[in-house]
């Protein structure tokens, strides 16, 4: 059972565009959503996580926008360079629970 | 500091042969687990530990074995393996999880398990 769903799959930028990622949750007892940023032949690393108290959380060129009663959290990295090219990975996490996964975007910034 | 170390990068197994993934952390954390990764699928749990001596079924458990003896190692066995267990395996370990202390994840960089 699936339960964050992320999407797009893959996504190409050009140099100076925003990047959005789209991820939505089913189960209401998450209380901590990661993003996770993946480059080639590494693994995962803590980019950003915002907690469900608040609605959008920015971190420099990186934003989590938060929609409680949607179930739906977004990372948009503005201004996205190309050493923002990499695979990213929403997540959900729980006190009760353990830490799942979206299915990851592997984004491309165009020079 | 070394953090989460993997051994080995590589594998090439026979179908039917066993092995150990070898996991290390050196932070002192509670938590531990081990995902694989599969093209579209993200990262999928497969067993995970909430500190010495307890270990737990993820998602994907089967065809695999888990075991922590002590705080800093939890190495990952496969008992006899499958094709469909190719993929990239990460372990990963945190401070603590659950108790409304959810907090970062700190991933080794991976071992590349190929079974022909």
């Known amino acids: 059972q699936q339960q964050v769903k992320q999407s797009p799959q893959s996504l190409i930028v050009q140099k100076g565009g925003i990047s959005i990622i789209n991820c939505a949750y089913e189960?209401?007892?998450?209380?901590?959503f990661p993003w996770y940023q993946q480059f080639p032949g590494k693994g995962p690393a803590l980019l950003i996580a915002?907690?469900?108290?608040?609605s959008e959380k920015k971190e420099g060129r990186f934003t989590i926008s938060f929609n409680k009663s949607a179930k739906q959290f977004s990372l948009h990295i503005m201004d996205s360079q190309p050493g923002d090219s990499a695979t990213y990975f929403c997540?959900?996490?729980?006190?009760?629970?353990?830490?799942?996964f979206g299915s990851g975007t592997r984004l491309s910034i165009r020079p | 500091n070394a953090g989460v170390t993997q051994t080995p990068k590589f594998q090439v197994l026979k179908t039917g042969q066993s092995m150990t993934l070898q996991c290390a952390q050196d932070?002192?954390?509670?938590?531990m687990s081990w995902y694989r990764q599969d093209p579209g699928m993200g990262l999928r749990l497969i067993h995970y530990?909430?500190?010495?001596?307890?270990?737990d079924q993820g998602e994907v458990p089967n065809g695999y074995n888990v075991s922590r003896s002590t705080t800093e190692d939890f190495p990952l066995r496969l008992l006899s393996a499958a094709p469909s267990q190719t993929s990239v395996y990460f372990c990963?370990?945190?401070?603590?999880?659950?108790?409304?202390?959810?907090?970062?994840?700190?991933f080794g960089q991976g071992t590349r398990l190929t079974v022909v």
């Open positions: 189960n209401t007892a998450f209380d901590y």
């Open positions: 997540a959900a996490d729980s006190s009760a629970s353990k830490i799942i």
């Open positions: 530990s909430v500190g010495a001596g307890i270990t």
């Open positions: 990963a370990s945190s401070p603590r999880q659950g108790l409304g202390m959810n907090t970062e994840a700190f």
């Open positions: 915002i907690r469900p108290d608040v």
């Open positions: 932070m002192n954390h509670e938590y």
